[in-house]
């Protein structure tokens, strides 16, 4: 069966820091694109970041760029997303997609004092 | 990059049918794009894949109640027999090189 499990949210205060991971199973995981998508309370998606299959390249929303870092280590079947300089607009569950097709179950992220 | 467009609610009876629409933005009208189900309080759920031609591939498991199609920029995802597990959100999704851009959702109600 092919999965996505995220982990790592939890409440952190404006101005720290959150690692999230994605840990794959049931598919050949250096093969695929892995994307982070968030949805805040109420809202809808909103698509976060992405990193191509070997890891070489990765994508990221205007809103993120320069605080988030999308990394994978494929020996691990692990997709990371290191988050800096929490704001409270990035409070969201956080999912993890390969390509379009398969979704993880999310994870809490809630930016707090 | 484009931008999709999707009408904030629609509502049908039980058992009956029902056209959602993702309208792309000018220029980008044979993009490929996806839908996906949210029910309440879970995640997305991926349907299909539907491309330019108006050809769709669904994801597993998905019924064959549920059906695409398009015409022009618009993109459309048919419901049809309605049950009550369909009351869900809607998206749809498409991407170009270097991202992804989803539409503002439709919250279906079955009446």
């Known amino acids: 069966e092919v999965q996505l499990v995220e982990s790592g949210g939890g409440l952190v205060q404006p101005g720290g820091s959150l690692r999230l991971s994605c840990a794959v199973s049931?598919?050949?995981?250096?093969?695929?694109?892995v994307h982070w998508v968030r949805q805040a309370p109420g809202k809808g998606l909103v698509w976060v970041s992405c990193?191509?299959?070997?890891?070489?390249?990765?994508n990221y929303a205007d809103s993120v760029k320069g605080r988030f870092t999308i990394s994978r280590d494929n020996a691990k079947n692990t997709v990371y997303l290191q988050m800096n300089s929490l704001r409270a607009e990035d409070t969201a569950v956080y999912y993890c997609v390969r390509d379009y097709t398969v979704w993880g179950q999310g994870t809490l992220v809630t930016v707090s004092s | 990059q484009p931008v999709l467009t999707q009408s904030s609610s629609a509502s049908a009876s039980l058992g009956s049918s029902v056209k959602l629409t993702c309208t792309l933005s000018s220029g980008h009208s044979n993009y490929i794009i996806a839908w996906h189900q949210q029910q309440p309080g879970k995640a997305p759920r991926f349907l299909m894949k539907l491309e330019g031609s108006g050809s769709y591939d669904k994801g597993s498991g998905v019924p064959d109640r549920f059906s695409g199609s398009r015409s022009g920029a618009d993109r459309y995802l048919t419901i049809s027999n309605l049950q009550f597990e369909d009351e869900a959100d809607y998206y749809c999704?498409?991407?170009?090189?270097?991202?992804?851009?989803f539409g503002g959702g439709t919250k279906l109600t079955v009446l």
């Open positions: 999704e498409t991407w170009d090189s270097t991202s992804r851009v």
């Open positions: 990193i191509n299959s070997d890891g070489s390249s990765t």
């Open positions: 049931g598919f050949t995981f250096s093969s695929y694109w």
